[in-house]
């Protein structure tokens, strides 16, 4: 590991020398900077070490300091910052302590605030959580003290590469080739398809395979709190909601923009997560003509999902009768697609469910379910029919 005194003291006076003070350097000219200094300050170190040192510093002057080799990692899916001292990183599904470490809160904190600056968050003792994303795409959480009693906690979930199609997912193993069949068959349909699971099980990945399918004449609208949905479409419309200024103002919250998008001409509306009253608005367009849409629920199973989906509607209009909100869902759902991080590290879509509606409200048809060992998938025959009725549907019947 690195000496972070000589780090920061070598970064500290790149900052000064006249080179690079005021610009912006970029990497290979920081770099060979950062080498000349070594040897104006005559320190002997292996060759290994003094690369080490160089990347270093250029890492802390230009990017995120000790998180940039895993950044750099394509096998890091996440990165958990538990504290200046404790950092974990998930590769294949398993967590591991990774050797990155901060001098202190201080270090942590300011590389907090490098994340969020290009974006208008901000993260403070008033306002101790935030989310935000990377260029890349890469969610990210911040929650610092007094919240986070052991220091500034930091996670960062990957989104490293290109999109994941239908295909990568099969070869991957999330899917076989006959969900895969389905599911684009049921979003060129314009099935309303919601995607659950637990957290880290994959949902995000699946829910932009899906709507990758979309044909692309038509004008698809993402809705996301941080926008990390990379969709390979010609006509996408992104949004992200705000949150409140310093002042406690100006904040736009996802149900603003879901209302919002009602007004933009929108053939498919895309929602990342649906975790508040915008449910309700959610299923309104889903019964208004806007046929097809897509979005993610934390549930921990298809039924789950349902009597959630109903619960946060009823927080949009507590007046609204239960019975009512249970048949809006039953109306407006067509597919649950429910995934699972298995114990392994695998990530699984276990179960396909059709929802339609029942004289109590939306009723439940599993289609597949995946076997306990995550390897098998067993076909129920209610599969074949509710397919040939949505090929028919798609144009696609024989």
């Not at 900077?33 to 290994?48: F, K, M, N, S, V």
């Not at 390897?375 to 024989?398: H, K, L, Q, Y």
């Amino acid at each position: 590991m690195t000496d972070p005194a000589l780090v920061e003291h070598l970064r500290a006076r790149a900052a000064r020398d006249p080179r690079v003070a005021g610009a912006a350097p970029d990497r290979d000219d920081l770099a060979e900077l950062i080498d000349e200094l070594i040897d104006d300050e005559r320190h002997i170190l292996p060759a290994a070490e003094r690369a080490e040192v160089v990347q270093a510093v250029v890492d802390e002057a230009l990017g995120l300091g000790p998180l940039e080799p895993l950044l750099r990692d394509p096998a890091v899916t996440e990165i958990m910052v538990c504290g200046p001292r404790a950092v974990f990183v998930e590769r294949a599904g398993r967590i591991a302590p990774a050797g990155a470490r901060f001098a202190d809160d201080a270090h942590l904190l300011h590389v907090i605030d490098r994340i969020l600056a290009p974006l208008g968050r901000r993260v403070d003792e008033a306002s101790p959580m935030v989310d935000a994303r990377l260029p890349d795409g890469s969610r990210v959480n911040a929650v610092i003290p007094p919240l986070a009693l052991d220091g500034p906690a930091l996670t960062i979930r990957r989104f490293g590469g290109g999109p994941l199609t239908g295909d990568d997912l099969v070869a991957l193993g999330t899917m076989d080739q006959r969900m895969r069949d389905l599911l684009g068959l049921a979003v060129r349909a314009r099935r309303n398809v919601l995607v659950t699971g637990g957290t880290g099980s994959g949902k995000t990945t699946t829910l932009a395979a899906l709507a990758a399918v979309v044909p692309p004449g038509e004008r698809v609208i993402t809705i996301e709190d941080a926008a990390e949905l990379r969709i390979a479409l010609p006509h996408v419309v992104r949004l992200e909601s705000r949150p409140p200024s310093l002042e406690g103002s100006g904040a736009v919250p996802i149900r603003a923009l879901v209302r919002n998008a009602l007004r933009m001409r929108p053939d498919r509306i895309v929602v990342g997560e649906v975790r508040g009253a915008e449910a309700l608005d959610m299923l309104t367009a889903m019964t208004t003509g806007h046929e097809g849409s897509l979005s993610t629920l934390h549930a921990s199973s298809p039924a789950d999902a349902v009597r959630r989906l109903q619960t946060l509607a009823l927080m949009g209009d507590v007046d609204l009768p239960y019975r009512a909100v249970q048949e809006q869902v039953a109306s407006a759902l067509d597919l649950v697609v429910h995934q699972s991080r298995l114990p392994d590290g695998r990530r699984r879509i276990v179960e396909l469910a059709a929802v339609a509606a029942g004289p109590d409200g939306p009723v439940l048809t599993p289609l597949c379910t995946r076997t306990r060992d995550g390897d098998g998938v067993a076909w129920a025959p209610a599969a074949e029919a509710w397919a040939g009725r949505t090929a028919a549907d798609a144009g696609e019947g024989p």
